[in-house]
């Protein structure tokens, strides 16, 4: 007993010396903790939320943001008909290879196609951004420290620089951002965009409901990986007791 | 000389293969009835779970090498489509990723093992280096894993960790030249990293299978430390160790589901899921958990190639440490002072492992100095000394009759009722 307990413990010790491992110094303020539906064991998306997050994507982010690794037709995860996913993606237009006279020719995107890029190439997106290239939002969650929380905490963290703080040429100042000047002015402004639900789109809605399909374009396996989990450690745990009464019945005439 | 097995086996085909070839007289020697003491505690059940964590490893990995693609354009988006568009694959990945830290968790517990009870000491000491040797392939096959998928940490952790070998004076550049295969990291450099990164787990095997080898040779170690006198001592390995390994195997699992189900990320770096920038170097570069101890030793040295010697000494000692320690007493349980001085040692691996993850200035600086200090101290200094003088407590005198004390008055069975050891004798 006393070994068996001495043995989670020193599990629990090396697991415990990493999170403070990790926790970076700058002067950046900590993100505040969101409750989140997909936080927890039993975690899910909303879909209601992702997909207004979705517009919020379509509308104002991908303006300047690339998603590479999502295609169009990951949307019919996020509540989107096979109609409405097609329609979505034949609204953008995306390179389609070349002609029979060898020049590219562009052509309405598939549901098959990956998300169109807002630029041609990183240096195209830096000239059109004040030298700043807006970094790909496909793992844009999980790229980041408690991503789901920072990026909410950034898009709601623009604040006036305090006396003192001189801001560069074309940077704003950002509670949250590490070294506090970013060169994205403030996407969101209330009302940026029209929901069809009739939510009302304030900056704390619209950055919540962005973070909802942020976080699935990051872990779009989420609730399927937890789904299985709770089967898995179920399973794990009825058979951990097995395998002790067992033992127990093998070894009950050793001591 | 050549000739045939006397197989004992009843299944007709079973003994046909084995008077050819005695693989089931072996299996059932080593693993079946093979001697094990009865005392052992549930520590012993890391060297099982290593194995495990081993093979998952490689059952993992080579499906995973099927999707995979080792081309700098192309391996940071071939990881992504594993984990969004294979089958599965974000569960192999998971496993995978997660399943080096829970290998690394294991192996160092089971090393903590072998310090605190003495099971490097004589006969055992070539079974402790050749685990020492499965140590050091271990973590050149997870340095070069976690390249693979070619996101910032992967990027600048090789450049960081490649570039320690310039150290070396008049050669060192010639050979950080010759590793990259060019003038940085680059596609050749992640070319030969995948190669090692498939060959090295297959070498490990090899080696784990000399660590069994010589395991059988001398029998394992037990809590008390003491040597096997008697059948009375030991179970057969099967069932009884069987269904004890079962229970590790079990929790160990439920540990690795909850990192995999409900925490993947927890032990990964953020910025690995950056694609690797030549350009940008991320704020500050660190190594996975499991290397935080070296890279803390690394840098406590304010000259590079000290550091660099110091690193590579800190697990280095770990081969000598049979000689270095002079006590004839293998248990911590008999030696009150070595007792102490061990679980020192954890600390400032501990220690050790924090300061690595921090920026390397103030506090930490001194704290990463002070357990150095102490792990080569102990190591180099503390145990050839202790072994002289320390006094042991007395040992106990067999693993049947842990208990040092005399029979009680009348009774002529020892502290054990005859009928506790009476079954398993009969079965060894």
Known sequence: MRSASALVLGLLASLAIVPCAFAQGH???RAPKQPWSFNGPFGTFDRASMQRGFQVYKEVCSNCHSMKEMYYRNL????????????????ATVPGGTDDSGQPVERPALPSDHFRSPFANDKAARSANGGALPPDQSLIIKARENGSDYVHALLNGYRDPPPGVKIGEGQ???????????????????????????????????????????????????????????????????????????????????? | MAGLHKSEFENQVVNWIDTRMPIFTMMQKEYGSFPTPKNFNYFWNFGALAMISLAIMIATGIFLAMNYTAHTSLAFDSVERIMRDVNYGWLLRYIHANGASMFFIVVYIHIFRALYYGSYKAPRELLFMLGVVILLLMMATAFMGYVLPWGQMSYWGATVITNLFSAIPFVGEGIVTWLWGGFSVDNPTLNRFYSLHYLMPFMITGVVFLHIVALHITGSNNPLGIDVKTPQDTLPFHPYYTAKDSIGICVYLLVFAGLVFFAPNFLNHPDNYIPANPLVTPAHIVPEWYFLPYYAILRSVPDKLGGVILMFSSIAVLFVLPWLDTSPVRSSRFRPIYKQLILLLVVSFLVLGYVGGQPPEGIYVVLGRVATAYWFLHFLVLLPILGKLEKPLPLPESIARPVVRRPPPGGGGGPLPQGATAKPMEKS
């Open chain 1, 27 to 29: 002067e950046a303020v």
């Open chain 1, 76 to 91: 019919t995860s996020i509540g989107l008909s096979e109609e409405q996913v097609k329609a979505i993606a034949a609204s």
């Open chain 1, 172 to 255: 704003y100042y950002n509670e949250y951002f590490p070294g506090n000047q970013l060169a994205m002015a403030p996407p969101l402004q209330d009302g940026a965009v029209t929901y069809a639900d009739g939510t009302p789109a304030t900056v704390e809605q619209m950055s919540r409901d962005v973070v909802q399909f942020l976080t699935w374009t990051s872990n779009p396996e989420l609730e399927t990986r937890k789904r299985m989990g709770v089967k898995v450690v179920l399973f794990l745990a009825l058979m951990t007791g097995l395998t002790y009464a067992v033992k127990k019945k093998i070894w009950k005439d050793v001591h």
